[in-house]
C-alpha cells in the first residue's frame, strides 16, 4: 500500500506498485489496467498522483493510452543479446513473432563520407541504399537503412527483397557473402516528426540508435547499417563477467 509518510513520493510509489503487478503478468499485455477511480478508492491517493504514476510508466513504456478507451498494458519488449549476430528477422522468429517490412526505398547512390569511410571505399564511389520500416507481427518496431558495397554484378531487387524479407539471406543465398561477424555501437535519440509518424509514436519520443557495421567471411566489411529502435519495443541484454 501506499505510505504517506514516506519520504518517496506517493506517485512514485503507486507506480512502483502497478509496475510490479505487470511484470508479474497480474495484467496481461495489451489488456486494460484500472480505472482512476478504481485507482483512486484502492489505494487512497488523488486524481493528481494517479495520472503522475502513469505518465511515469507510459515513459517507461510499460503503459500506453488510447484516446477515449483508457490506459492498457503495453507488450513486452524485444530482447536481444549484445553478442548475438542475427538479423532483424531471425530475432522475430526466434521470439514468435512474424517479422515484415515496408520498402521505403532502394537505389545506387553516393553515401555520406562516413559511410564510405565504414566500408572502405574511395570516394565517389556509389553503393546501394536499402531503407524500410521493420515491423512486428504487423507493428511498425524500427527503421532500418542500410548501405551495401557489392560488386557491379551482385544486384538486389525490390522482388528479392519481398521474397525473403531478410538481407543476410539473399545475401548469402545469392552471392555467397556469408556474414561472420559485425562491430556495433548503441545510443538513445529522440524521434523527430517523420520518424514519429512512420512508428506511430509520439514526436521526440526515445528511440535507441543501433549502428552496425557487418563483415563477411573474409573479414572485410560488406554493409552499414542504421536501425532505429522504439524505445518501448526493444532492449538489448548483454552478460558481463569477471
Avoid: C
Avoid at 83 to 88: A, G, K
Wanted: glycine share 6%.
Amino acid at each position: 500500500m501506499i505510505n504517506p509518510y514516506d519520504i518517496i513520493p506517493k506517485y512514485y510509489q503507486l507506480a512502483n506498485i502497478l509496475r510490479q503487478k505487470i511484470r508479474e503478468g497480474e495484467w496481461p499485455p495489451r489488456t486494460p489496467i484500472p480505472s482512476e477511480r478504481q485507482l483512486e478508492t484502492q489505494y487512497s491517493v488523488s486524481r493528481t498522483t494517479i495520472r503522475q504514476a502513469i505518465d511515469y510508466l507510459e515513459k517507461q513504456g510499460f503503459v500506453y493510452r488510447e484516446h477515449g478507451r483508457g490506459t492498457f498494458v503495453s507488450p513486452q519488449k524485444l530482447q536481444k543479446g549484445m553478442q548475438e549476430l542475427t538479423s532483424f528477422s531471425e530475432d522475430m522468429l526466434r521470439r514468435g513473432i512474424q517479422p515484415g517490412q515496408v520498402i521505403q526505398s532502394i537505389e545506387y547512390l553516393l553515401p555520406p563520407e562516413e559511410v564510405l569511410q565504414r566500408l572502405e571505399l574511395s570516394p565517389n564511389t556509389k553503393v546501394l541504399r536499402i531503407e524500410r520500416i521493420r515491423l512486428g507481427d504487423g507493428n511498425p518496431i524500427g527503421l532500418q537503412t542500410s548501405y551495401l558495397k557489392l560488386a557491379e554484378e551482385q544486384v538486389i531487387h525490390r522482388e528479392d527483397l519481398e521474397a525473403t524479407g531478410s538481407l543476410y539471406r539473399i545475401l548469402q543465398d545469392k552471392f555467397n557473402i556469408i556474414p561472420t561477424e559485425a562491430d556495433e555501437t548503441l545510443e538513445v535519440t529522440l524521434a523527430t516528426p517523420s520518424e514519429a509518424s512512420l512508428l506511430q509514436i509520439k514526436a521526440g519520443a526515445p528511440l535507441l540508435l543501433n549502428e552496425r557495421l557487418l563483415y563477411n567471411q573474409n573479414r572485410e566489411p560488406v554493409e552499414f547499417v542504421k536501425i532505429l529502435y522504439r524505445g518501448d519495443r526493444y532492449r538489448y541484454l548483454t552478460r558481463l563477467t569477471k
